[in-house]
């Protein structure tokens, strides 16, 4: 058996990890299910946890652990060189990159389908301003020990189980099938993106992903994605619970709205710092 699951080529291990997606994704609909009958909402941080353990995290540890015998080390949760110098420039891009992104959310907000889809436009919009309604109720909640609630349901868990899945198990498995660490980034980020189930969202999710997929591929470790995703999902729900105190309006939370200059700026100090931290030490180390 495990000579089998070792010499099993990527393509035939493409689909076994989205058998075993979809296999973790019955169980999660099941443990959903019944976490439910105790009284956990659809929308609930707790069950999302749920979903994202074992949807994700679940999938990739196994995958990893059926055909790479050490799952943590293939998956690339490990230290590496310059560790605390790729995490600041990882976070710094972060930052840089999201009046971009934002930007793109506008665009992504206008876009429209063709007439003879427009009940379909409908029905997708309904859904998502219902699902995102629902998230600025529990983003907003009052109490003592909601902020590191949502913190840790919200922002962590969801940074870990992804970047575990989308990264660690996905684009590594793309890259060795296409042998081009381009087009698997990339279709790593528009999966990444579709799999959010926001059509509407789909731009600055997948401007995320790619961000996340060259930081992992040239950074060398997952834990400074974790550390990237995390923070992103940790700004929206501290803006949204500034705006639950009345610090800030709630619009602020869901826009930056920043000027053109500053959108060019951000991007400008984002390549560079790429190019500087990432890039250029690689292919400095390529060339000795």
């Given at each position: 058996m495990k000579q089998f699951f070792e010499s099993t080529k990527p393509g035939g291990q493409l689909l076994a990890l989205l058998l075993l997606f979809v296999i973790f994704f019955i169980i999660a609909a099941g443990c959903s299910a019944f976490a439910m009958l105790f009284g956990l909402g659809v929308d609930s941080p707790e069950l999302n946890d749920i979903s994202q353990v074992i949807m994700f995290a679940a999938t990739a540890i196994v995958f990893a652990a059926l055909f790479y015998g050490r799952p943590l080390r293939h998956l690339q949760m490990v230290k590496t060189d310059r560790m605390a110098v790729k995490m600041s420039a990882a976070f710094v891009i972060l930052i840089a990159v999201l009046p971009f992104a934002d930007w793109l959310t506008q665009v992504n907000d206008a876009w429209h389908f063709p007439s003879r889809l427009e009940g379909l436009e409908a029905q997708l919009r309904a859904?998502?301003?219902?699902?995102?309604?629902?998230?600025?109720?529990?983003?907003?909640?009052?109490?003592?020990?909601?902020?590191?609630?949502?913190?840790?349901?919200?922002?962590?868990?969801?940074?870990?189980?992804?970047?575990?899945?989308?990264?660690?198990?996905?684009?590594?498995?793309?890259?060795?099938?296409?042998?081009?660490?381009?087009?698997?980034?990339?279709?790593?980020?528009?999966?990444?993106?579709?799999?959010?189930?926001?059509?509407?969202?789909?731009?600055?999710?997948?401007?995320?992903?790619?961000?996340?997929?060259?930081?992992?591929?040239?950074?060398?470790?997952?834990?400074?994605?974790?550390?990237?995703?995390?923070?992103?999902?940790?700004?929206?729900?501290?803006?949204?619970?500034?705006?639950?105190?009345?610090?800030?309006?709630?619009?602020?939370?869901?826009?930056?709205?920043?000027?053109?200059?500053?959108?060019?700026l951000g991007l400008a100090i984002a390549i560079w710092l790429f190019w500087i931290v990432f890039l250029k030490k690689q292919k400095a180390s390529v060339e000795s």
């Amino acid at each position: 058996m495990k000579q089998f699951f070792e010499s099993t080529k990527p393509g035939g291990q493409l689909l076994a990890l989205l058998l075993l997606f979809v296999i973790f994704f019955i169980i999660a609909a099941g443990c959903s299910a019944f976490a439910m009958l105790f009284g956990l909402g659809v929308d609930s941080p707790e069950l999302n946890d749920i979903s994202q353990v074992i949807m994700f995290a679940a999938t990739a540890i196994v995958f990893a652990a059926l055909f790479y015998g050490r799952p943590l080390r293939h998956l690339q949760m490990v230290k590496t060189d310059r560790m605390a110098v790729k995490m600041s420039a990882a976070f710094v891009i972060l930052i840089a990159v999201l009046p971009f992104a934002d930007w793109l959310t506008q665009v992504n907000d206008a876009w429209h389908f063709p007439s003879r889809l427009e009940g379909l436009e409908a029905q997708l919009r309904a859904l998502e301003e219902r699902s995102q309604s629902l998230m600025e109720v529990y983003l907003m909640r009052d109490g003592n020990w909601i902020l590191l609630s949502n913190a840790f349901s919200l922002a962590l868990v969801p940074a870990i189980c992804e970047e575990l899945f989308f990264r660690g198990a996905l684009q590594q498995l793309l890259c060795r099938s296409l042998r081009n660490h381009h087009v698997a980034i990339v279709l790593t980020a528009v999966v990444f993106s579709l799999l959010h189930g926001e059509v509407f969202a789909f731009l600055p999710r997948f401007v995320l992903g790619l961000v996340l997929g060259y930081v992992f591929y040239y950074g060398g470790s997952l834990w400074i994605n974790i550390l990237v995703h995390f923070t992103n999902n940790l700004m929206v729900v501290v803006l949204y619970r500034l705006a639950s105190q009345g610090v800030i309006d709630v619009e602020m939370a869901d826009s930056i709205g920043a000027p053109w200059y500053v959108i060019l700026l951000g991007l400008a100090i984002a390549i560079w710092l790429f190019w500087i931290v990432f890039l250029k030490k690689q292919k400095a180390s390529v060339e000795s």
